[in-house]
C-alpha cells in the first residue's frame, strides 16, 4: 500500500477510515508498522515532534481521510496520524431500562466484551441495579471496560449523593438502595411523570397495610424489561420480583431510575387509593376499594394491577 501502518484495524467510512492505534510510545507502535515504513519515518516523527509540528497519535480509534479511490499517500498518513483526533459515539441509558440491556448496548457500541463490562461494573458499583444514570454519554472508541465503568459508576455515585443531600439533607447508601427500589417500580407502572407520586402513594400505602404490591412493573427485570406480563409468567416466576407471590419489595431495584421516580419514592402523595388499572387513554385510573377498582376494570376493558 505504500502506507505506514500503525493499526490493527481500518474500515473506510466514505471519505474516512477509522483506524485502531494501539496504546504506548512511539516505538511501541512501530511494531506494528509495515516494512515500507522505514527508521527514516521514525526519525522525522521523533524530530517533528521535538520541534512541535507532530503529535505521537493517542490510542483508540482516530479518522484518516483517504480519496475517492481509497487510498492515501505516506506523508498525507503520517500527517494525518499527527492530527486527526479520537472517534466518539454516543449511547443513551432511558429511564426504566436494565443493567441487561444496557451492557448489550455499551458492547456493541464501543466494540467490548459483555462479561468485561460486567465484571467492571460489579467491582465499583454500589447497587446491583440502577447503579448508572439514565442519560446520553459519549466516549471515545477504544475506551476499555473498566474506564468506562468507572466513569459511568463514579458519575451516578455523585448523582445520587447531591441528590439525597439536596432532597434530604444526608447520604446513606442502604437507605438510598430502598428509595432505588421504590423508585424504580414507580417508574415502570407510572404512564407519566404526573402519576409518579400517586403510583408511589399505592406502594406505601400497601406495605403499611402488609399488602403484596402485585405490581406487573416489578417484573420487568433483567432480560424480561420488554416482556409483556401474562398471567403464565406470573405463575412461572419464582424470584423475589414477583410482587403477586411475594410481600414487601424486591431485593434491588428493577431497572434504571430517573428523578422524578426518585423524587416520588421520597415524598409519595398522601392517598387512600389501593388500585390502579390502566384507562383507553393510557393513563391510570385510580380507586380505593376492589369493587369499585372492578368496576373500573370491566369499564376500561383492559388488563388489572390487582
Given amino acids: 500500500m505504500g502506507l505506514c501502518l500503525l493499526f490493527y484495524l481500518s474500515i473506510p467510512i466514505k471519505s474516512y477510515s477509522v483506524v485502531y492505534i494501539p496504546s504506548g510510545s512511539l516505538q511501541h507502535m512501530a511494531r506494528h508498522i509495515d516494512a515500507d515504513c522505514n527508521a527514516l519515518d521514525l526519525w522525522i516523527l521523533r524530530l517533528m515532534g521535538a520541534l512541535g509540528l507532530w503529535k505521537t497519535p493517542k490510542s483508540g480509534y482516530i479518522s484518516i481521510p483517504i480519496d475517492a479511490r481509497g487510498e492515501i499517500s505516506k506523508g498525507d498518513f503520517l500527517h494525518a496520524l499527527g492530527v486527526s483526533k479520537k472517534i466518539y459515539k454516543n449511547v443513551t441509558l432511558i429511564p426504566g431500562e436494565t443493567l441487561y440491556f444496557f451492557i448489550q448496548d455499551l458492547a456493541t457500541t464501543f466494540n467490548l466484551q459483555e462479561d468485561a463490562l460486567y465484571k467492571a461494573y460489579n467491582n465499583k458499583a454500589l447497587y446491583k441495579e440502577a447503579g448508572i444514570v439514565p442519560d446520553t454519554y459519549r466516549f471515545a472508541l477504544g475506551i476499555s471496560a473498566h474506564a468506562l465503568m468507572d466513569y459511568l459508576i463514579a458519575h451516578a455515585n455523585k448523582h445520587y449523593e447531591q441528590l439525597s443531600l439536596k432532597l434530604l439533607g444526608r447520604y446513606d447508601p442502604k437507605e438510598w438502595e430502598r428509595t432505588l427500589i421504590i423508585a424504580s417500580i414507580v417508574q415502570k407502572e407510572a404512564a ?115
Avoid: C, W
Wanted: cysteine-free; aromatic content about 10%.
Fill in 192 to 306: 407519566n411523570t404526573k402519576e409518579m407520586p400517586l403510583i408511589a402513594g399505592v406502594i406505601f400505602r400497601r406495605l403499611d397495610k402488609g399488602m403484596p404490591l402485585q405490581m406487573d412493573g416489578s417484573l420487568n427485570y433483567g432480560k424480561y424489561s420488554h416482556s409483556k406480563i401474562t398471567k403464565e409468567r406470573i405463575l412461572q416466576d419464582n424470584s423475589a420480583f414477583n410482587t403477586y407471590k411475594h410481600k414487601g419489595l424486591p431485593l434491588m431495584p428493577v431497572g434504571s431510575v430517573s428523578n422524578a421516580a426518585i423524587q416520588a419514592a421520597l415524598f409519595p402523595a398522601k392517598t387512600n387509593f389501593l388500585y390502579f388499572v390502566k384507562n383507553k387513554q393510557g393513563v391510570h385510573v385510580f380507586s380505593r376499594y376492589y369493587a369499585e377498582h372492578m368496576r373500573n376494570i370491566r369499564t376500561q376493558n383492559t388488563k388489572a394491577k390487582p
